[in-house]
């Protein structure tokens, strides 16, 4: 946390201010305030935290959607540190999930986090990168091969939530959120944890659970949380998770653990609004949608 910028907010309780004046992206400020919540290393007095917790509430939601359609990816984990890149580094994926929302008119796409993979392969074996003596230019070559690659186009706005690949490259000072930021019509969410809305229902957009995402996400209000990291397509009660895109670490052998995609249709109702969840998969070379949607019925707050 920096303690300084906290100190500010605390004073001036002006959020955007202090994003502006110090040149910060929202994602970071949220990422400030969650660590002075709940870290138990936090100087924070408990007054000063149920401000920040205020304030987080007004301001935590990283994306306002109406009732618009939104298609879901996860797990890309491109840039794979393996001899065969080209079966594991599958963009021609990522293309047709773009085209797809082209000629579906669908202008949203989420990606539920693991962009880059952050791993080395030594002797064989594959290492996170982060903890390997000498990778830190490896993984500024990975990132710079994934921020030139990666798909700008002018007809989707793409959100990107970091995942805890993603996460690796920063202990080399790289921020793979900030490099996709720079590019038109790409906007970061956040590391490993995001609130969206839908129509005024909220959204807890999450990858890789553990004791302290699980506090931070109980910061909004909010029914139903969409996850990343799993690697397999599953829906249940009141929590969606959504299949890697990636060209590997599937699980064909199980229900849901073919590569590909989910897409989420609002309808409005008088005080709900159900949405309808599509899940697209790859079989046989092409993707084909399972014929049964999930639905879930989201409060309007």
Sequence with gaps: MDEEIIRELLDTKDFNKVVDKNNLYKYQLLDFMRYGIYNYKSPLEMQEKEILKEIYRDKGCMLKINDDAVVFISDTHYDYSSLDRKNMNRWDLLYYVLDFCKYNKIR????????????????????????????DKIAEEQVDNIISDYPSVPFVHQSVLGGNHDDRYLDYEIDILKGLADKKNIYPLGYLHAFISIDGGYISLEHENHPYRIECRNLIPHDLSIHGHSHIASFQDNDVYIPALGGFLNHKGEEGGEPGFIVMYPNKESDSIHLEFEHHYLKDGRFVKKPEPYVYKLKRK
């Excluded at 796409?109 to 990168?129: F, S």
């Design 108 to 135: 949203y796409l989420i990606h539920g986090g693991d962009i880059g993979d952050g791993t080395i392969e030594v002797n064989g074996i594959k290492h996170p990168i982060n903890i390997e003596v000498g990778s």
